[in-house]
């Protein structure tokens, strides 16, 4: 009976469109005691119509989605970093992901935030928090899903963030990749505003060798005009791979000390 309370509660959320909700505000809508609370939760748990994201925060599992164990973490990345009191946005692999760029689907949900947070498993997905401090000024735009909104890095912003983190997606060759489908929705202005809000030139440095490589200059030319415009000095184009044996990049003032194998 108990359990139904909670049940009924979680079915009525879920046809007002919601598909989260925090422990607290279920107990106080059923009247629930603690422990009446605690083997409800463990019963539509075990039974695969709720899963657990943090003690605190719950996730409605609609039918569809009942063998994957959860609906995607897009449904409820918003709500979640709500809850965690955290700022946000979906990037790297995910934004490039939801901007368009297929030629690798990411294996974990890429998020990025202010603070170290340790990865998250809910059901089959991982979700990966990747620490910014300069989160703030990094240009992002609401996206509609079936839940809400959430918010994700612009196209432009998420080709640096790429370079930047390139370790979390796969590599520079893996970013040029991405690079080749996420070019044509790319502006030149916004690019360069998007320059503008990065802690390192050298973050510029090696985008506009990627782009280059990629042979797209309608991009990378005003990158190199705006470098111009600053104090840059000779940086390895991959920071974690020594430098002997590289050749001297002048228009990009970097060591190249890495083939690029791009897949078209």
């Known amino acids: 009976m108990r359990t ?5 509660w979680i079915d009525n959320l879920q046809a007002s469109g919601r598909y989260c909700f925090l422990r607290s505000e279920a107990v106080q809508a059923t009247g629930l005691s603690a ?17 657990k994201v943090k003690k605190y925060f719950f996730v ?25 009191q955290v700022p946000y946005y979906v990037g ?11 030629h690798q689907q990411p294996q974990e949900f890429q998020i990025v935030t202010t603070k170290s947070v340790r990865p998250l498993i809910v059901a089959r997905q991982r979700l990966h ?23 994700v890095s612009s ?23 991405i690079l080749t489908e996420l070019a044509s929705k790319m502006a030149s202005e916004r690019l360069i505003a998007a320059a503008n809000s990065v802690e390192e030139h050298t973050i510029v440095q090696r985008l506009g060798f990627l782009l280059d490589s990629i042979g797209e200059r309608r991009l990378s030319d005003p990158l190199a005009e705006w470098l111009t415009r600053k104090k840059v000095r000779f940086v390895p184009l991959v920071p974690s791979v020594t430098i002997r044996n590289r050749q001297r990049d002048e228009r990009w003032k970097l060591l190249v000390n890495e083939v690029l194998e791009v897949e078209v």
Request: proline content about 4%; charged content about 20%.
């Open 92 to 102: 790297l692999l995910s934004a490039a992901a939801l901007h368009g760029a297929s």
């Open 129 to 151: 928090f990747i620490s910014k401090r300069r989160l703030e000024s990094t240009v992002r735009l609401s996206m509609k899903t079936p839940t809400g909104l959430i918010q």
């Open 155 to 177: 196209v432009e912003a998420t080709a640096l963030d790429l370079v930047e983190f390139s370790r979390a997606a796969g590599g520079l060759s893996n970013v040029a990749t």
């Open 35 to 51: 422990e009446a609370a605690k083997k409800a939760f463990q019963r539509l748990i075990t039974n695969k119509r709720l899963v």
């Open 60 to 84: 409605v599992v609609p039918i569809e989605y009942r063998n994957l164990g959860s609906p995607p973490a897009s449904w409820f990345v918003d709500q979640l970093m709500g809850a965690m």
């Open 4 to 8: 139904n309370r909670l049940g009924t």
